[in-house]
């Protein structure tokens, strides 16, 4: 939604002489392309700043699934070892009993 609103925008500084004249006064930029190049950097400024929240954000989940995974296949091998000793346990009292 950020990208369509920035493009918007500047698509209609860029053609829009007055409203571009307007924007620059209003900066205090000498130049108009000045205007458009510090928007652009701003625009890019913000994107990298929510790419890098949204990175810290997912390194977490990242985290925190990883040691879930750790934790369920701890518990699915002891489960498995389990099963293993009661199997052979039953094996061994059926040997006896013939």
Known sequence: MGWLVTGTTMLALSVSEGLLKWVSELVGATLFTSTLFFFGLLFLMVICLHFSIRISALTNQVRKLTQSIGILDLEKKTLERQ????????????LEQL
Request: charged share 10%; hydrophobic share 25%; no cysteine.
């Open 83 to 94: 099963i293993g000793q009661t199997i052979w346990q039953s094996d061994s009292s059926n």
